[in-house]
């Protein structure tokens, strides 16, 4: 399922990347930033007009329910699971990126595009690559959420995209270990503003955070300062 699920959504990310990346690939970023934005909002309506807007309920026997308990902590098979593949993909990725030779060729081109040219590494490829590596990973995300809260909607992407937009500043941007610290740290938080105060101000606290890391520690808290090019 997981395979499958991936390899269909790379499919859809390679295709993204064609038609809405790739021809505003020297345009300004704003551009960038509007046509993804575009495209998000396209696809989302395109998966509600073809499965409906409600929600599609996963099999409850889909798991195991097992439910253990240590130290007065209660969680469930599924949890145990999901925290664990995750952290699998995360070391994964993280030795995919900094330990292989195509690993080094993405920081390459995510550093300088031209400078990567000349030296030889098909920017194009590489591209493409990041973006079947983001959307299967994208795609074992969803089924995550799906199997955790026993059903999916054709816009939940949007609210858990900006969480993990979020997470990835918290942690610091272009830091895999970061991301998954900023996840964590970022679940804590809303989880006690929903206990303590409200889950309705849970959202709000959010971007509260968000600015007040942007004010205090823009780089996040595993993120180096990087010299900027002029």
Known sequence: MFTFTA????????????LAYRPLRTAPR???VVSALGAGLVIQNAVMLIWGPNMKIFPSNLLPSTVY???GVVFTFTQVMILGLSSILMVALYFFINKTKMGTAIRAVAIDQDAAKL?????N???????IIGSSLGAVA????GIYYRGITFDMGWQYGLN???????????NIPGAMLGGLLLGLFNAMISGYISSQWAETFTFILLIAILVFRPTGILGEKVAEKV
Do not use: D, H, W
């Open 30 to 32: 704003l551009s960038a």
């Open 119 to 123: 030296m030889g590494i098909n920017v």
């Open 7 to 18: 390899a269909v959504i790379a499919v859809v990310g390679v295709l993204l990347e064609r």
């Open 69 to 71: 308990e240590m130290g």
């Open 142 to 145: 969803g089924l995550f959420l």
């Open 164 to 174: 993990a937009f979020v997470a990835a500043i918290i942690g610091g941007i272009g």
């Open 125 to 131: 490829r590489v591209i493409v690559l990041i973006f």
